[in-house]
Nanobody
């Protein structure tokens, strides 16, 4: 059973960089060629938005609408992957989830973490 847990600050000031980490247990982020370790968010009152993913190889994929502000990296020694979203605005306020996708569908999700962008 794969488990994912998000961590990071719950409050970020406008124009700063949001940084979240997902710790994975029960599975390695460097094996299983068809797994994609992803970040998804849900702003209040809106639907889920896929932000990007990192593959077992370390290759990264981003939503075109967020690509210029998003970076996903990993620490294989800790079995973690990280989201960085730069130049945040209040519109980036959302619940942020990490998830493991396989064949285009999410198999496992973290519980989500609320991030509020406010001065």
């Amino acid at each position: 059973q794969v488990q994912l847990q998000e961590s990071g600050p719950g409050l970020v000031k406008p124009s700063q960089t949001l940084s979240l980490t997902c710790t994975v247990s029960g599975g390695s982020i460097t094996t299983n060629y068809d797994y994609y370790w992803s970040w998804i968010r849900q702003p209040p009152g809106k639907g889920l938005e896929w932000m990007g993913a990192i593959a077992y190889s370390g290759s990264t994929y981003y939503s075109p609408s967020l690509k210029s502000r998003t970076s996903i990296s990993r620490d294989t020694s800790k079995n973690q992957f990280t989201l960085q979203l730069s130049s945040v605005t209040p519109e980036d306020t959302a619940v942020y989830y990490c998830a493991m996708f396989r064949a285009g569908m999410p198999d496992y999700w973290g519980q989500g973490t609320q991030v509020t962008v406010s001065s």
